[in-house]
């Protein structure tokens, strides 16, 4: 379960004041993967990052009752001047992993060769995010933070990632953003959509892939 409480986060935007999320009161069900969706610019990220920590709102807070990952595919939780295995080994302690367990199974999985050994400042964008997901999922975290990650790699790299994703799905929950519909239908339950400062939450996530596409709809509509 996440409670947002109140929770208000804006950004100074040369000299003026963007409100995205706006005194947001919702309870996350247990239980549900869901499909986080909004237009671009919308926050879907600052969400992300507020739900992880990695970011401070400017009041309120949120309450959950399980462990939950930070938002892999942002690999913010990664140092740029050590290598992928020392950041893998740094998070391993921080979140309890062992160590030498959770570095073998991410250069397994990310195929980085000889640059799991390099700084991850020489990393090429998907690179990083082979580390970033390979870490994560390396974790047993309750609650996986994804930012389309999945779509990282060639085919069969593609395809690894969904049969982790998947196979972690079966004890955890997830927070999933995509800008493939298949896919959320594919890996989710259920729906979050951000609209204006604003989160509803879908039990039906065909009724949360109605309101993004209508919400979408008016944004062209309000463009031509």
Not at 11 to 23: A, E, M, Q, S
Not at 186 to 194: K, M, Y
Request: aromatic share 8%; net charge neutral.
């Amino acid at each position: 379960m996440i409670v947002f409480e109140n929770l208000t986060k804006s950004f100074n935007l040369r000299g003026f004041r963007k409100v995205v999320i706006d005194h947001l009161n919702l309870v996350l069900p247990t239980g549900h993967s869901l499909a986080l969706m909004g237009r671009n610019g919308a926050g879907k990220s600052t969400l992300m990052q507020l739900i992880a920590g990695t970011l401070q709102p400017d009041r309120g807070r949120i309450v959950s009752d399980g462990s939950i990952s930070w938002p892999v595919g942002l690999g913010g939780s990664f140092h740029r001047e050590l290598t992928g295995a020392q950041n893998v080994r740094f998070l391993a302690r921080v979140y309890g992993a062992d160590t030498q367990e959770l570095e073998d199974f991410v250069e397994d999985f990310a195929e980085l060769g000889k640059h799991f050994h390099m700084p991850v400042r020489s990393y090429s964008s998907g690179m990083r995010s082979r580390l970033t997901f390979g870490t994560s999922m390396g974790i047993p975290f309750d609650t996986y933070l994804v930012d389309e990650v999945t779509a990282v790699g060639d085919t069969a790299f593609r395809r690894k990632s969904r049969a982790l994703f998947h196979e972690r799905m079966q004890n955890a929950s997830a927070i999933l953003v995509s800008h493939s519909t298949s896919d959320l239908r594919n890996f989710c339950d259920a729906g979050i959509v951000l609209e204006d400062g604003r989160l509803t939450f879908f039990e039906d996530l065909e009724e949360a892939i109605a309101m993004h596409e209508d919400n979408m709809g008016r944004v062209k509509a309000n463009k031509t």
